[in-house]
């Protein structure tokens, strides 16, 4: 089958690679409909997450049709509709029966590498690296669905192929960053990052009830797309003081909740850039948390810093002094997608989330490289490219 | 192993230095002769379903005898922890480790999820040494 392969440092090339096969009796295979790239390749296009072989298939953001089905596998059958949660949870470690389903105990097959990394391995990934299991990604023909009867989802008969796609990682992420950072009715939210991942935050910001949600890029073209989507608030870091105009905005207490949506590649026009930049080549840190200091300084006293964005590794210049003394509470995760997937599908369904704007380029996955690269450099004002194998 | 570690480090990535680095600092560790602490795996079921049969599933009983076992409830009721340590050295801790992780999940899970594999046909050289640390990585770790 035709496939999208990691080969390197920025170079990704769509190759023959062998078909997946059945290799537990939970498992599924799964012909791909459409399958997103997502901000977290891009640490993995970088060579920020080294643990990749050349060959490796990518993509983790799916929906399809299944086409065959293990002996253990009850709730789907061929012929079936579903959206995949990202990440792959065996459904019952007590992180997946308590709902935490990022950190499954049993689906990491290489344990040892995010021990020595972390202190303890979350769950397994499709498409992400060695160090998260290994798994072939999304980005193909087809794919191999482990522990299929939790990872895979129905996706309701009103519900289209382009909107399901997001269901599998962005919506859910943004979602669990309103729900785990507690935003309550009537807070007021802001959001670092105007990707799929951040708009999905700030709209679920505003479905727990926020009374004012502002988002924060450069990109005039997404902030656009926050504005009309959602009728959510916009801020140009490019152009406006972020700390100034949140504060003018909260009645100078600062948000109660900010949601980092940028990750380990953020970007800003400070000195802290070029003295980021420089630590990182000298492999003094492995990412820059230029969004998570920003948030961690404007955060009301007493509030919630939630990251969402990717880190791999260490940080420099963390203001631990600011979590300390504000007494903020400081939370992350990588996402629970089958809490929280039903759910969103339901509301999907019912108009309350849009995602197809996310979409801005659907192409045929022969062009993914491409499709990298307009993602990459923000070309063409793309959110996200999305393949249709 | 830790050439291979160090062949990833070399390649300059700072999470594979860090991870590199962390895996070295062990084996000094044991070989310092810190090695005698219990292996412990806990198991998301009450203490009876665990010691119950099959008891000790997978290749922990293929270790049975060569390996004391001890079992107790978790506080909270947070299932069953399962701790073990060889008997001497015909088994390694490695491999022990293995084993340990694969009954949890035989017990919670009914199955121990298979790596897709071979997981590219041409990995290329940073690849293979990648590779060699991958094949070592079940049986290393924190547990
Ligand atoms: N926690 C999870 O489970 C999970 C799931 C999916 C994605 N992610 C992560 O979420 C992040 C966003 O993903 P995405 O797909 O939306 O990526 P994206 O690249 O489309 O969006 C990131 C946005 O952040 C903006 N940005 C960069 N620096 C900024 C700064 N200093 N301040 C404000 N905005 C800044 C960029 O201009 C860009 O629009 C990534 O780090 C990704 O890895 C996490
Ligand atoms: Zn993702
Ligand atoms: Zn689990």
Same mark, same amino acid.
């Given at each position: 089958?035709? /496939?999208?392969?990691?080969?390197?440092?920025?170079?990704?090339?769509?190759?023959?690679?062998?078909?997946?096969?059945?290799?537990?009796?939970?498992?599924?295979?799964?012909?791909?409909?459409?399958?997103?790239?997502?901000?977290?390749?891009?640490?993995?296009?970088?060579?920020?997450?080294?643990?990749?072989?050349?060959?490796?298939?990518?993509?983790?953001?799916?929906?399809?049709?299944?086409?065959?089905?293990?002996?253990?596998?009850?709730?789907?059958?061929?012929?079936?509709?579903?959206v995949v949660a990202s990440f792959i949870g065996c459904?019952?470690?007590?992180?997946?029966?308590?709902?935490?389903?990022?950190?499954?105990?049993?689906?990491?097959?290489?344990?040892?590498?995010?021990?020595?990394?972390?202190?303890?391995?979350?769950?397994?990934?499709?498409?992400?690296?060695?160090?998260?299991?290994?798994?072939?990604?999304?980005?193909?023909?087809?794919?191999?669905?482990?522990?299929?009867?939790?990872?895979?989802?129905?996706?309701?008969?009103?519900?289209?192929?382009?909107?399901?796609?997001?269901?599998?990682?962005?919506?859910?992420?943004?979602?669990?960053?309103?729900?785990?950072?507690?935003?309550?009715?009537?807070?007021?939210?802001?959001?670092?990052?105007?990707?799929?991942?951040?708009?999905?935050?700030?709209?679920? /910001?505003?479905?727990?009830?926020?009374?004012?949600?502002?988002?924060?890029?450069?990109?005039?073209?997404?902030?656009?797309?926050?504005?009309?989507?959602?009728?959510?608030?916009?801020?140009?870091?490019?152009?406006?003081?972020?700390?100034?105009?949140?504060?003018?905005?909260?009645?100078?207490?600062?948000?109660?909740?900010?949601?980092?949506?940028?990750?380990?590649?953020?970007?800003?026009?400070?000195?802290?850039?070029?003295?980021?930049?420089?630590?990182?080549?000298?492999?003094?840190?492995?990412?820059?948390?230029?969004?998570?200091?920003?948030?961690?300084?404007?955060?009301?006293?007493?509030?919630?810093?939630?990251?969402?964005?990717?880190?791999?590794?260490?940080?420099?210049?963390?203001?631990?002094? /600011?979590?300390?003394?504000?007494?903020?509470?400081?939370?992350?995760?990588?996402?629970?997608?089958?809490?929280?997937?039903?759910?969103?599908?339901?509301?999907? /369904?019912?108009?309350?989330?849009?995602?197809?704007?996310?979409?801005?380029?659907?192409?045929?996955?022969?062009?993914?490289?491409?499709?990298?690269?307009?993602?990459?450099?923000?070309?063409?004002?793309?959110?996200?490219?999305?393949?249709?194998? | 192993?830790?050439?291979?570690?160090?062949?990833?480090?070399?390649?300059?990535?700072?999470?594979?230095?860090?991870?590199?680095?962390?895996?070295?600092?062990?084996?000094?560790?044991?070989?310092?002769?810190?090695?005698?602490?219990?292996?412990?795996?806990?198991?998301?079921?009450?203490?009876?379903?665990?010691?119950?049969?099959?008891?000790?599933?997978?290749?922990?009983?293929?270790?049975?005898?060569?390996?004391?076992?001890?079992?107790?409830?978790?506080?909270?009721?947070?299932?069953?922890?399962?701790?073990?340590?060889?008997?001497?050295?015909?088994?390694?801790?490695?491999?022990?480790?293995?084993?340990?992780?694969?009954?949890?999940?035989?017990?919670?899970?009914?199955?121990?999820?298979?790596?897709?594999?071979?997981?590219?046909?041409?990995?290329?050289?940073?690849?293979?040494?990648?590779?060699?640390?991958?094949?070592?990585?079940?049986?290393e770790g924190r547990l």
């Amino acid at each position: 089958m035709r /496939a999208l392969c990691w080969e390197g440092v920025n170079d990704v090339r769509v190759q023959d690679v062998p078909d997946p096969k059945i290799l537990n009796d939970g498992d599924l295979i799964l012909k791909v409909g459409l399958s997103t790239a997502c901000g977290s390749d891009l640490h993995l296009l970088t060579g920020h997450i080294p643990f990749m072989q050349a060959g490796d298939v990518i993509g983790h953001e799916f929906m399809g049709e299944v086409v065959e089905v293990g002996p253990d596998v009850t709730r789907h059958k061929p012929g079936d509709r579903v959206v995949v949660a990202s990440f792959i949870g065996c459904g019952q470690c007590y992180y997946c029966r308590n709902d935490l389903w990022s950190l499954c105990d049993n689906t990491n097959t290489n344990p040892g590498i995010t021990q020595a990394l972390w202190g303890a391995d979350p769950g397994g990934i499709f498409g992400y690296s060695h160090a998260m299991g290994g798994f072939k990604g999304s980005h193909a023909e087809y794919v191999r669905v482990p522990f299929a009867d939790h990872n895979a989802i129905a996706i309701p008969e009103a519900v289209d192929d382009l909107s399901a796609v997001f269901a599998s990682d962005s919506a859910p992420t943004g979602w669990m960053g309103a729900d785990l950072g507690g935003v309550r009715p009537g807070d007021v939210v802001a959001v670092w990052g105007s990707g799929a991942v951040g708009q999905m935050a700030a709209r679920s /910001a505003q479905l727990h009830g926020a009374e004012r949600v502002v988002v924060i890029d450069r990109f005039d073209y997404r902030l656009r797309q926050a504005e009309n989507a959602f009728g959510l608030e916009t801020v140009n870091y490019e152009h406006v003081d972020v700390g100034a105009a949140l504060r003018e905005m909260t009645g100078g207490r600062g948000p109660d909740v900010c949601i980092e949506a940028v990750g380990c590649e953020a970007h800003s026009y400070g000195p802290q850039y070029a003295y980021d930049q420089v630590k990182s080549k000298l492999k003094l840190e492995t990412d820059r948390p230029i969004a998570v200091r920003e948030a961690i300084h404007n955060c009301r006293k007493g509030g919630t810093v939630f990251v969402l964005g990717v880190f791999s590794g260490v940080v420099d210049k963390f203001p631990l002094g /600011a979590v300390m003394n504000k007494g903020l509470t400081l939370r992350g995760a990588q996402q629970h997608g089958q809490r929280y997937i039903p759910m969103l599908l339901d509301r999907m /369904a019912s108009g309350e989330l849009t995602t197809t704007h996310l979409a801005t380029h659907v192409l045929p996955l022969e062009e993914g490289a491409r499709g990298y690269q307009l993602f990459k450099d923000k070309e063409d004002d793309c959110v996200r490219a999305v393949f249709r194998p | 192993m830790k050439a291979a570690m160090k062949a990833v480090a070399a390649t300059g990535v700072g999470a594979a230095v860090v991870v590199g680095r962390r895996m070295t600092a062990r084996r000094r560790a044991l070989r310092r002769g810190r090695s005698d602490h219990w292996l412990a795996v806990t198991v998301d079921r009450p203490l009876d379903a665990v010691t119950g049969p099959p008891r000790l599933p997978g290749p922990m009983g293929e270790l049975r005898g060569r390996v004391d076992v001890r079992f107790r409830p978790a506080p909270g009721g947070r299932g069953t922890e399962v701790l073990a340590v060889p008997k001497d050295d015909d088994v390694s801790r490695e491999d022990l480790r293995v084993a340990l992780r694969q009954m949890k999940s035989l017990l919670e899970t009914g199955t121990v999820i298979r790596p897709d594999t071979p997981s590219t046909t041409h990995p290329g050289p940073a690849g293979r040494v990648l590779r060699a640390v991958i094949g070592k990585s079940a049986g290393e770790g924190r547990l």
